[in-house]
């Protein structure tokens, strides 16, 4: 953990340096202060010596004007080194996020990693911080004092001494009780965070459902729990502060008494008594800073770990070393593929599947929900790997490929797909930095998406918000087909890509298709019989297997589920969908 952190810190190695260097200048000037101030009473005002009094007046101030500027020095140090941590963290943690395949994104949740990227490192810089200024500082101040004590008076220090091992011990015990409080005050705000997250993004569903009073329930649950746990931590760290005001007065009281009685018998003077009470404050400040400290870094240990998981995650889909850059053909076989999505589960979720794709045939998936049509098409572009067998594209493995080239020649409309918020011009160009604007039209055409783009204020420059709200489901959908249609694949993959058009549309889609890009493959999942019954081929999956493959009049007369889905969605009626499913 030291070590990939550590990594983060490097480059601010002087910042983090000079930081408690500086500190140590800063305190160094104030264990000097309350001796010279003890000088100015001794040998100045009970001397009647004005000089003495100038020149030690003189010398307190410049000391003063040290210690202001080592500490500001630090502190501009240490702001700068722990900002700069905390950048560093951020950049690598979304950096590494992005090599991220999917079953690497499966392990951690959306609202997990967001909470990653921001709490958690800024619960690291602020430690950073307070380790950089105060753990070399705290202890450092604590042990000079004390020693400048044992120098000026044995017998008072050692009153000291006492106070400390007993104030020590108490704040023990109290911290440990207020850290066991916020670790678990951890746990709950991650609970908080997600139910937040998953509330938020899904406002409309929660709205749809009219789930609100249940929701606002179960978000005032998390937010007490959070509000109890904080109670309680912050509670026992307040309790801190009397024993520490307490041990203070005491200490003030007994060196008095002491200090007194040993100068009536002309054992101390004056003006050592006002030095030993000065550093009275100072060893009392410094302990309890060291407590806070040890309770900054317990609490940011958990966010230093979660940080690290996602620093440290590596990426279960690699580039291999020689990668062939050429894809030759949209052929594809599937040989004796089995798939898991957890290694360790038992029922695998392809079992065995044998399959070969010809280039430039269109085939039609049919099947359940939760029948692994998705599972299967996914292990093409390689958004997953095989448990078992090999997945083949143009004659090679997909795993000899360059990730790029093989994702760029099999273009995946993904069932859950989604648009980022800039004009549709932008979106569109993800499929293709360099597309021209004929090239969109083009492919707007092509997906039906042209009808309704020209319909709008700015046409082709509408603004998309945040996730699409502003298309419909259907319209996200065209637009997403035509940007998967602008890198120009040799195997276009539509998984239910078409479901919230009207069937006319999907209709006139699918006949754009096959006149203006015969030549790509073309995999259509879909849920409608009417999507997928002109295709070459059909294959129907069932339970995570190939129940059948051919076409529409073999499986109609032979396969039991696909009449089934036939004839649940015609009534029986043959003419269904001739004109584009317009009765
Ligand atoms: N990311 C995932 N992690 C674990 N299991 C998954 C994941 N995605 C799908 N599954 C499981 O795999 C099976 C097949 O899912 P899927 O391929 O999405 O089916 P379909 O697309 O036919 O509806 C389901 O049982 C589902 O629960
Ligand atoms: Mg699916």
Redesign the pocket.
């Known amino acids: 953990m030291l070590k990939t952190l550590g990594k983060q810190i490097k480059e601010f190695k002087r910042d983090s340096i000079l930081t408690p260097c500086f500190m140590i200048l800063e305190v160094i000037m104030e264990t000097l202060i309350p001796l010279l101030m003890g000088s100015i009473i001794n040998e100045g005002v009970e001397a009647g010596n004005m000089q003495h009094i100038y020149l030690m007046g003189g010398a307190m101030l410049v000391t003063a004007l040290v210690s202001l500027y080592a500490g500001a020095m630090g502190g501009k140090y240490g702001a700068r080194a722990s900002t700069g941590f905390a950048k560093n963290l951020r950049e690598a943690m979304y950096e590494n996020i992005q090599t991220f395949s999917?079953a690497n994104i499966?392990k951690f949740s959306t609202a997990g990693l967001v909470t990653r990227l921001t709490t958690d490192v800024s619960n690291l810089q602020n430690a950073y911080q307070m380790i950089l200024r105060m753990c070399i500082r705290a202890p450092f101040s604590l042990i000079i004092a004390m020693a400048a004590s044992f120098f000026v008076s044995p017998r008072i220090a050692s009153i000291y001494l006492i106070a400390v091992l007993i104030l020590g011990t108490v704040l023990i015990i109290i911290m440990r009780f207020a850290m066991k409080y916020f670790s678990h005050l951890f746990e709950k705000y991650d609970a908080l965070n997600e139910s937040t997250q998953e509330n938020i993004s899904a406002a409309r569903v929660v709205k749809a459902y009219v789930r609100e009073d249940y929701e606002i329930d179960k978000f005032k649950k998390a937010s007490g729990d959070v509000h109890d746990l904080g109670l309680k931590a912050e509670k026992m760290v307040i309790l801190s502060s009397p024993f520490m005001q307490a041990t203070v007065y005491i200490c003030i009281l007994l060196i008095s008494w002491v200090g007194a009685h040993m100068i009536v018998s002309e054992e101390l003077q004056v003006g050592d008594l006002s030095t030993l009470l000065a550093y009275c404050m100072n060893i009392l400040m410094n302990l309890m800073m060291l407590s806070m400290v040890f309770v900054m870094i317990t609490m940011s240990m958990a966010s230093a770990k979660r940080v690290c998981e996602v620093l440290n995650e590596e990426t279960t889909i690699k580039n291999p070393e020689n990668p062939v850059m050429e894809v030759k053909d949209g052929s594809i076989v599937f040989d004796h593929v089995t798939f898991r999505?957890?290694e360790n589960s038992e029922t695998p979720?392809l079992d065995d599947i044998n399959l070969k794709i010809a280039s430039g045939e269109t085939i039609g998936i049919l099947?359940g929900?939760?029948?692994?049509?998705?599972?299967?098409v996914n292990l093409i572009s390689r958004l997953y790997d095989v448990s078992q067998g090999s997945v083949l594209v143009g004659g090679r493995d997909v795993r000899d490929y360059d990730l790029e080239v093989l994702r760029n020649q099999v273009s995946v409309v993904l069932?859950k797909n989604e648009l980022f918020s800039g004009t549709i011009l932008d979106n569109l160009r993800w499929g293709d930095e360099s597309a021209s604007e004929e090239d969109c039209v083009r492919a707007c055409k092509m997906a039906c998406a042209d009808e309704f783009i020209e319909k709008m204020p700015e046409g082709y420059n509408t603004r998309i918000e945040q996730g699409g709200t502003n298309v419909s489901g259907g319209q996200k959908q065209r637009l997403c087909i035509a940007r998967a249609l602008l890198k120009k694949p040799k195997v276009l993959i539509l998984d239910d890509s078409t479901s919230a058009v009207d069937t006319a549309t999907d209709a006139k889609i699918r006949k754009a298709f096959a006149e203006e890009i015969p030549g790509t493959t073309k995999l259509i999942i879909a849920q409608r019989i009417s999507s997928v019954m002109h295709a070459d081929r059909i294959i129907v999956?069932n339970d995570g297997k190939v129940d059948d493959v051919g076409n529409h009049e073999e499986l109609l007369g032979r396969n039991a589920i696909y009449r089934e889905i036939y004839e649940a969605q015609t009534g029986g009626n043959r003419d269904f969908d001739e004109n584009g499913g317009e009765h």
Request: proline share 0%.
């Open positions: 999917f499966d999505y957890n979720v099947g929900t939760g029948s692994s049509k998705t599972s299967l069932q999956m």
